[in-house]
Every structure is written in C-alpha cells, then in structure tokens.
C-alpha cells in the first residue's frame, strides 16, 4: 500500500492478534515508518495503549457517534463525558450536586454518596449546572493521595476505610470506601497499605473533570 504512495492509510487494528512483546515493537516500526515518509494515517483500535503511542490526535467513538477528538493529552486529562472517561480504563465517577460556589475559583458539589463536599476548579463554567443539577466528576485514580497524616491541602479531604489492595507490579490499585463514596487510588509503592486501615483521601481540586451527560 505504501508503494503507491496513497494519500491516506487506514489500519484497522492491525496488531490485535499479536503477543505483547511483538505488538509493542511492531507498535514502534509502524510509527516510526509513517512519520518518516510524511503519511497520514487512520488508526482504528479499541486499545488505548495503542491510540496514545501512535496517534498525534485521537477520535472518540460510540455506536457511530464522535464523542470527542483532541490530542492525547487533551483526552486523557479532560474527557468530555463518561463514556470518554471509561474509555481511558478505570476512572472516578462520582454522581453529585452542584451546591454553592466557595468562590471565584472554586464551584461547590455535594456527592450523592456520603453526602461530602467536593470543590472544583471553575475552569469550565459551562459545564457546572445550575444549583442543585446532578452532574459527573471524574478523577483519576493516580491523582488521588492517600495521606495518614501529611500535609494536604483542606479541601476535598475525605476520611475513608481501604477495602481492597491489588499488587499490580510497578503500582498498587487501592479501593476506599469513604462513608458509601466507592474510590479506587492507584499508587506508586505499597507502603504497607492494609485491608482495614482508616485514612485520608485527597481529591485535588485541579483534578477533577466536570463530564457532560
């Protein structure tokens, strides 16, 4: 196909049927290749692995529907809406209200579970609802900060039991339950992390999406 120069290429999850080892450097080869002679290419998967190693820009799709392009960074830190979110692998989806706006900089929602006080950056204003509207919030399990004890900051502390703690190798899953609120934190080291154990879960406020429905 590359030999008569097309002016587009599309690859439709080419790689779906190789071992991780091969998958991963065939990966490489075909970006590099496609940046080198100057291509333009359409990537069709269902791995988000593959979507961001790949692509300079990426497509969203659902039963026929866009729901969202942009770059991968702008896909992996805004998602639109859950579906996007989910697509990213496991993600934070709390239902919750907006209540009150703290100040400029900070929009005010109540969960409907646990019933906590969550602050949001008013960066989307658009996006906030009016007062009382149910809304998404999406987090990112990385970007939650499990503390027992160290300084964060006031907002968005939540007090919570750990139920879950998965070993994955390089990081550690963490399941919180935080009076009802259902939590997973993904960490970089065990630190002797425990079944039982009570701490606190910090929610940055920068962190926290605001999905559309």
Excluded: W
Excluded at 74 to 93: C, D, M, S, W
Excluded at 157 to 173: F, N, P, Q, S
């Amino acid at each position: 196909a590359i030999v008569i120069e097309p002016r587009l290429l599309l690859f439709d999850e080419p790689l779906s049927n190789l071992d991780v080892g091969l998958r991963e450097e065939t990966r490489q080869e075909l970006r590099e290749l496609v940046k080198k002679l100057n291509l333009t290419a359409v990537y069709v998967t269902h791995d988000q692995d593959e979507a961001f190693s790949l692509c300079d820009r990426i497509a969203v799709m659902q039963n026929g529907e866009l729901l969202q392009i942009g770059t991968p960074r702008e896909i992996y830190e805004k998602p639109e809406n859950a579906a996007v979110a989910k697509f990213l692998g496991r993600n934070n989806l709390i239902r919750a209200a907006r209540i009150s706006s703290k100040k400029e900089i900070l929009q005010e929602f109540q969960t409907l579970d646990g019933e906590h006080r969550i602050f949001v950056d008013a960066d989307e204003i658009a996006r906030m609802g009016a007062i009382n509207q149910i809304v998404t919030l999406g987090i990112r399990p990385e970007n939650l900060v499990i503390t027992f004890g160290a300084a964060f900051p006031e907002d968005n502390l939540l007090r919570a039991a750990i139920t879950k703690v998965e070993y994955l190798g390089a990081t550690t899953r963490v399941t919180l339950d935080a009076n009802g609120l259902m939590l997973e934190a993904l960490v970089l080291r065990l630190v002797g992390l425990k079944v039982g154990q009570v701490c606190m879960v910090g929610l940055p406020t920068n962190r926290i999406s605001i999905l559309k429905s």
